[in-house]
């Protein structure tokens, strides 16, 4: 099944991600970029800290914007993308990010 995920955001032209809410991290954003596929969203929740404009995908308000930024989509490098998904989101990079946290709340603790 992961397989067939990773082939279908990694042939996607974009992936959109239209959310009206705030969600707190969307992991699916961090799979498709992994795959090197830019993601479009709107400006909410998480998408403006996983989303760098311009860089990785838009981040728009409309969806006029976001029809606008998907015929834009080529101006984004899909290596770079993966790059940048590397830099932010491995588990090499994530395990790290927690043990800095778990040793700064044990130094505040001790």
């Known amino acids: 099944m992961m397989l067939k995920k990773n ?3 990694g042939s996607a032209l974009a992936f959109l ?3 009206n809410w705030n969600e707190p991290f969307g992991i699916v ?3 498709a970029l992994a795959c090197g596929t830019p993601v ?3 400006n909410k929740g998480s998408v403006p800290e996983v989303v ?3 860089k990785n ?3 728009c308000n409309t969806k006029e914007e976001m029809i606008t930024y998907v015929n834009r989509i080529n101006e984004i ?3 770079e ?3 940048d998904a590397e830099r932010r989101f491995s588990s090499e990079v994530i395990v790290e990010q927690y043990l800095s946290l778990y040793r700064k709340i044990i130094e505040k603790n001790v």
């Open 7 to 9: 082939e279908m955001l």
């Open 17 to 19: 991600m239209p959310i």
């Open 57 to 59: 995908g838009f981040r």
């Open 40 to 42: 479009i969203g709107f």
């Open 29 to 31: 954003m961090a799979e």
């Open 52 to 54: 760098i404009h311009g």
């Open 77 to 79: 490098n899909r290596t």
């Open 81 to 83: 993308v993966r790059i």
